[in-house]
């Protein structure tokens, strides 16, 4: 199916455990985002990536990793889950030029306990 | 430093009136500004795209205005309904930030019947 697709949709890990949100896209935009959504904060940009093998840190990096390795998939990981990253995440992704609108997935619920 | 600043108490209004939503920026120059509306347990959706040599756009119901002097940007629906009940994020994207695209916290619209 075309479009941005997140997995899982719900998530529940334990502190200290490493985790990894998949992102797919099928358009073959160049950028690709990650942020959290909580309460008070709004969206706040983790990663972004403006190509394969391009990543940069955004505004609250630490404590994620990201890696492009194809211009499809932007995976994010946990190294070490926290409670505070206890968060709903939603991946983006636009094209370049005049294309800047950015098409969202549909978000993973992440729970640690 | 950056801010992007919507207003974060629900508006409330009644079905047939307009609703104008409020969005300032402070230590930014960006190239647009973007409106998305986000449903509950959804990822954000595109609206309207505005440039910074334009003052005004439409799109059906929605208006949105944009003062980069004020470094203001009004967001209108026009004959509101209860469908257009949701929370309304503005974003902007900055050419200067390695094209980020960058969120207010969204205002929630209640339009009562």
């Known amino acids: 199916d075309a479009g941005i697709t997140q997995s899982p949709r719900y998530k529940i890990t334990e502190t200290g455990r490493q985790v990894t949100l998949m992102c797919h896209q099928t358009?073959?935009?160049?950028?690709m985002f990650w942020y959290r959504q909580d309460l008070g904060h709004g969206l706040r940009l983790i990663y972004y990536?403006?190509?394969?093998?391009?990543?940069d840190k955004g505004e609250v990096p630490d404590g994620y990793v990201v890696s492009r390795s194809k211009t499809e998939n932007f995976p994010l990981t946990l190294e070490s889950a926290t409670r505070s990253q206890t968060s709903v995440y939603f991946c983006?992704?636009?094209?370049?030029?005049?294309?800047?609108?950015?098409?969202f997935g549909q978000g993973t619920r992440l729970t640690v306990v | 430093s950056q801010k992007i600043e919507q207003n974060s108490e629900a508006l409330n209004i009644q079905e047939g009136k307009t609703a104008t939503l409020t969005c300032n920026y402070t230590?930014?120059?960006?190239?647009?500004l973007q409106w998305y509306r986000q449903d509950p347990g959804r990822g954000p959706v595109f609206l309207l795209l505005?440039?910074?040599?334009?003052k005004e756009k439409r799109k059906e119901r929605l208006k949105v205005t944009f003062d980069t002097t004020l470094k203001q940007s009004l967001f209108h629906i026009t004959a509101s309904q209860p469908a257009d009940s949701a929370t309304y994020l503005c974003?902007?994207?900055?050419?200067?930030?390695?094209?980020?695209?960058?969120f207010g916290g969204g205002t929630r619209l209640m339009v009562k019947p």
């Open positions: 983006a992704s636009r094209g370049t030029g005049g294309q800047t609108e950015a098409f």
């Open positions: 505005i440039r910074e040599n334009e």
């Open positions: 974003a902007l994207l900055n050419n200067n930030a390695g094209n980020m695209l960058t």
């Open positions: 990536s403006a190509a394969a093998d391009i990543t």
């Open positions: 358009w073959s935009h160049s950028y």
């Open positions: 230590n930014y120059s960006p190239a647009y």
